[in-house]
């Protein structure tokens, strides 16, 4: 049975079925409509909240720890929680994660960020790095023939709507979410190289190679493996090797990881920093 919730934000209004027993968080995410759930939907960050207009979304326990009377009254009830039994009209509200600001250079006095110059014509060719964070992604662009990127682009990652933290994404990915996950990371990054390749004023087949590097959790779910050994003891991976694909024609490259709590990213970023090269004690932070 399905039931017809119409979603109302700000100045539009859409039409969306719900499922039988599906919460209208399960229901946003489903209809790719951006919604904060930074714990996954366990009711426990408040962020998925949404207010009732015109229907009947009974007051949950977890809602009154969240809500006071008054906003109770006036309909506020958290998504994650909200199970429709009957047509009802809701509001949601602005997603603020894509006013993320992200890190994307380095420099020491060691190493140099080195800006290359965009050069445009035949017989350029371009290779793609793209560093795959739990929140947001980072990608450079740079000559083959030429050391130095020449444009940085970054953006969300949208997998967040699953939960802020990789704990969240394991349990989500166990609870029958991988495929939805694998589909939200592969977008957002055929959406960056996109912006990459547009920044430089670029064409696709002028890129030759892609890179990507991320922690053990972010690449399972890239490749769509199972998460259940990640999230408890013994902590296995299902794979920590060197990964190979083709996208779109072109080769990409899927660093590898060292163990289930070191990654691809770890290890490239010690390798960026001339870690190798150091003979003093050093610590290396990944916030």
Request: aromatic share 6%.
């Amino acid at each position: 049975m399905k039931i017809d919730i119409i979603v109302q934000k700000g100045m539009e209004e859409k039409r969306i079925s719900c499922l039988q027993g599906e919460s209208i968080l399960e229901m946003l995410l489903r209809n790719n409509m951006a919604v904060s759930a930074v714990c996954g939907g366990n009711g426990t960050c408040g962020k998925c909240k949404i207010r009732i207009l015109e229907g009947e979304l009974p007051a949950t326990m977890v809602d009154r720890s969240f809500f006071s009377k008054e906003e109770l009254a006036m309909g506020y009830r958290l998504g994650c929680k909200a199970f429709p039994k009957e047509w009802c009209k809701i509001q949601i509200f602005d997603d603020r994660e894509e006013e993320f600001a992200v890190l994307s250079h380095f420099q020491d006095e060691k190493r140099e960020n080195i800006k290359g110059e965009r050069r445009q014509g035949e017989g350029i060719f371009y290779k793609i790095g793209i560093d795959i964070g739990t929140t947001t992604l980072a990608g450079q662009i740079e000559e083959i023939e030429k050391r130095g990127n020449i444009a940085t682009c970054t953006a969300v990652n949208h997998q967040r709507k699953y939960g802020a933290d990789v704990i969240s994404r394991i349990q989500a990915s166990n609870g029958g979410k991988r495929e939805e996950l694998k589909e939200s990371i592969r977008k957002d990054l055929k959406d960056l190289i996109e912006d990459l390749i547009q920044e430089i004023g670029g064409k696709r087949d002028q890129v030759r190679e892609i890179v990507l590097a991320g922690n053990t959790v972010m690449i399972h779910l890239l490749m769509g493996y199972s998460c259940e050994t990640l999230g408890s003891h013994p902590f296995c991976p299902v794979n920590t090797d060197w990964i190979y694909e083709t996208w779109d024609e072109i080769p990409v490259t899927i660093l590898p990881s060292l163990s289930a709590f070191i990654g691809g990213d770890i290890l490239s970023g010690l390798y960026a920093c001339g870690w190798e090269e150091r003979e003093e004690i050093a610590l290396f932070l990944d916030l």
